[in-house]
């Protein structure tokens, strides 16, 4: 079977679940910009500073980790290392804010009864969009 031939058939498989899903489902959606309501919460510019100066000190710490060695192997795993102790610290910083957004589109959602809230960029026709109404509690509960 061709690579068309079976997207077809996906296709045609994926819209029959969701017409037969959509039929029997009496879920109310929800759809939410994730993106616009991560750069506009209230404490987003402070952690993106933090992630900022914790990015510049490794930097310079592998810089100068990766000067002092010769085997190009060692400079390999240093550098490996710094980027991952980099991508735990920057989790680290951003999940507070993570659970915020959570937390307030989980009480929207309530609110609004609301069954199913998905990201905006996977909804092609539908749902209530509550971008700014999560934006608006964040901004509530973040005082």
């Known amino acids: 079977m061709t690579l068309k031939k079976i997207l077809t058939v996906m296709t045609v498989a ?3 679940l969701v017409l037969t899903g959509s039929a029997f489902a009496a879920d109310t ?3 939410i910009d994730t993106q616009k309501v991560m750069f506009q919460h209230p404490k987003f510019q402070q952690v993106q ?3 900022r100066d914790v990015t510049d000190k490794l930097q310079k710490d592998a810089q ?4 002092k060695e010769s085997d ?3 400079k390999a795993e240093i550098y490996q290392a710094k980027r991952q102790e980099l991508a735990q610290e ?3 910083l951003m999940e507070p804010l993570f ?4 937390l307030a589109m989980r009480t929207v959602a309530n609110q609004k009864k609301l069954t199913v809230v998905m990201d905006k960029g996977v909804v092609f026709y539908g749902g209530t ?6 934006i608006a509690e964040l901004k509530k509960t973040s005082k």
Not at 99 to 102: G, L, M, S, V, Y
Not at 129 to 134: E, G, L, S, W
């Open 99 to 102: 659970k915020e957004i959570n």
């Open 129 to 134: 969009d509550i971008t700014d109404a999560v």
């Open 29 to 31: 959606v929800g759809t």
């Open 90 to 92: 920057e989790r680290k």
């Open 49 to 51: 500073r933090q992630v």
């Open 14 to 16: 994926l819209s029959a």
């Open 64 to 67: 100068a980790a990766i000067d």
């Open 72 to 74: 190009n192997k060692k």
